[in-house]
């Protein structure tokens, strides 16, 4: 038996395709190894995110499967991410620089790394990478892991990787694949029109 699912975004309005066909997938193909190229213009699609003040307080943390750094991202996953996240070929951590040397808030970090993830993403999708944030893991552990100082706060881990086959996952994170892709109307989130 072949499952397949269709997540593409069935949109009220034309979007670019790579934005409605992007999707959080939890099925990477295990044995994968990461298109190098595909990743660096994925970093390089973030780069070119834009920042208040052009300030760029992305910080990213890039580990390959396979490496102690990819096992110690892995093991700050909370467990409904761990039961999928380590098939992924890279695991990224999305880091923002909170406060600039002098102490001076980045009031903006959090938001221009949220954009330029986004960046990422996007990029990724267009070269057949498939990705995943997650919310889920312990900062504390990324940031004693990695020797953080304080103004480098981890924000997300972005899986990254190729699709996998459905047949491969257990029946839980199959069931959690299969919840079909939502969204509000757009008029619930325009608070203004005019
Ligand atoms: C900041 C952030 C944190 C997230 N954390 C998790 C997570 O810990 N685990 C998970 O399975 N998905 C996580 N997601 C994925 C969202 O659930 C997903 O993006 C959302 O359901 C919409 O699905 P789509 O990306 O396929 O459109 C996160 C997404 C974002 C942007």
Sequence with gaps: ??????????????ILDVL?????????DRNAVIDESALAS????ARWAPSANNTQP???????????????????????NKAWAGDASVLVVAVALTSTEDGSPMHYAQYDTGQAVAHFTVQ???ASLVTHQMGGFDRAAVKAAFDLPDNLAPL???AVGT????????PEVLARESVPRTRRAITESVLLND
């Design 58 to 80: 992305w910080r990213f943390i890039v580990t390959r499967r396979g490496t102690d750094a990819f096992a110690k991202v892995y093991e700050s996953l909370r467990d409904f």
């Design 163 to 170: 699709l996998g086959s459905l047949e491969q996952i257990s």
């Design 156 to 158: 997300t881990v972005i």
């Design 42 to 45: 994925a970093l390089e699609a």
């Design 1 to 14: 038996m072949t499952i397949a699912i269709d997540r593409t975004a069935a949109t009220d309005a034309p």
């Design 124 to 126: 990724a999708h267009a």
């Design 20 to 28: 409605a066909e992007r999707f959080s997938t939890r099925v990477f």
